[in-house]
């Protein structure tokens, strides 16, 4: 192994891949990117680069295309594979599942294909706590039940925990899974966060662009659900937060401290947020009064989720350390930067 050991980072020009990468370089990982930038940016690399002082290394790949993805491989010697590349919009996955499960499932048999080609043993795998649909009991730990997907989106995160889980049973891979809760807010310097392409439908994004005007009004969506004030309860993690657990995820597989060769950690902060406590938020820190309707349920939305976290704790070592108002700014910063200066192009 390298006296620096060198990442892969799938996805890296991603919301998360790219606060992950500014978390490996500082950690003093060597990162190498690939990207399709289906959904990001090639500015988000200088982006990266300003921040840490180090660019990493960039390929535009696209990772259905099994060959390049090989190219990659015979490139670079990686020590380790962080795996965000996927499509991850949940209406979309529900009109175009053929597209979803394609993309997503196609990309990581490929990578499972050159990690075993190239002798590379180690993954990260960006799940999401989607895999538990409703559950009974609240908190989630890693052992509720995994129910039935509620969308296509939601079944190719399962179906790819499956792949992994058999992979790694066949002696193949040392996996770790780690299932994020709701990832927002933006790096603190306002250099990179979550540009999505589009409309927004994400709760922070939809309130950060009404805040700033883009968006007349938001919904929310539901206000006679089985919670304190009625509207939905998620777990909400800062993006800076989560990409630590990454770093802890990839330390625990470099130093082969894994307890088995496929382990999954909930990655959340523990504390449920409904949304209009989130809106109540954003209006106190900002002083910014949004403008929103209360609509029907939105298809699909469970009503309450959020994560135990002990494992993670006690395991991993890791623990969330931001608060909601740490992510709320964030993510105001982050949007009036995009909103004064804009910034990416093709
Ligand atoms: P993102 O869209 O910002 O990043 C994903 C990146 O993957 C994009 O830059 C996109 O261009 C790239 N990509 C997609 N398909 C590709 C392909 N075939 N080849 C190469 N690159 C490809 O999304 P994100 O929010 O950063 O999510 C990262 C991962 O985390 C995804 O796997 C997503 O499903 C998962 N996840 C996200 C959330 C969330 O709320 N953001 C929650 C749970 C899990
Ligand atoms: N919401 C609104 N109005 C909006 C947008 C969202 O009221 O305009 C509400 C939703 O109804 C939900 C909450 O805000 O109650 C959070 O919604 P998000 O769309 O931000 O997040 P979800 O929990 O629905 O899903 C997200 C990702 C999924 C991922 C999941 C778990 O979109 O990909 O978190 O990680 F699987």
């Not at 950060?208 to 929310?220: D, H, K, L, V, Y």
């Not at 954003?282 to 009064?289: A, H, Q, S, V």
């Not at 939305?301 to 976290?309: L, V």
Request: hydrophobic share 40%.
């Amino acid at each position: 192994m390298n006296s620096k050991p060198c990442i892969l980072v799938t996805g890296g020009t991603g919301f998360i891949g790219s606060h992950t990468a500014v978390a490996l370089l500082q950690a003093g990982f060597e990162t190498v990117i690939i990207d399709n930038l289906s959904n990001s940016y090639h500015e988000v690399i200088d982006r990266i680069d300003t921040i840490t002082g180090t660019r990493p290394a960039f390929h535009r790949v696209d990772m259905r295309d099994d060959q390049s993805l090989n190219e990659i491989f015979s490139l670079h010697q990686f020590d380790a594979v962080i795996h965000f590349a996927a499509l991850k919009a949940v209406s979309d996955s529900v009109d175009q599942p053929l597209l979803y499960y394609h993309n997503n499932l196609v990309s990581l048999l490929n990578l499972i294909n050159a990690c075993m080609q190239h002798k590379t043993d180690k993954l990260v795998f960006s799940s999401s706590c989607t895999v538990y649909g409703q559950p009974e009991q609240l908190p989630v730990t890693e052992n509720t039940p995994v129910q039935k997907p509620h969308s296509p989106y939601g079944n190719t995160k399962k179906i790819s925990e499956e792949i992994l889980r058999d992979c790694s049973a066949a002696s193949l891979l040392n996996v770790i899974s780690l299932r994020y809760f709701n990832p927002c807010g933006a790096h603190d310097t306002g250099l990179i966060g979550e540009f999505p392409i589009g409309k927004p439908n994400n709760l922070m994004p939809v309130i950060t662009q009404t805040a700033a005007g883009i968006i007349p009004q938001f919904e929310i969506f539901g206000n006679n659900y089985n919670t304190p004030d009625g509207s939905c309860i998620r777990d909400y993690i800062h993006i800076s937060d989560l990409a630590d657990a990454h770093v802890k995820a990839l330390e625990r597989l470099i130093r082969k401290q894994n307890d088995s060769c496929f382990e999954v950690f909930n990655v959340g902060t523990g504390t449920g947020i409904s949304v209009l406590e989130m809106v109540n938020a954003f209006e106190r820190l900002t002083g910014i009064k949004l403008k929103h309707t209360i609509s029907g349920r939105r298809a699909g939305d469970i009503e309450q989720i959020w994560a135990d976290t002990s494992k993670a704790e006690n395991v991993l070592g890791w623990k969330a350390k931001l608060t909601l108002d740490d992510m709320i700014l964030t993510a105001w910063k982050w949007q009036q930067q995009l909103t004064q200066k804009t910034v990416y192009t093709k």
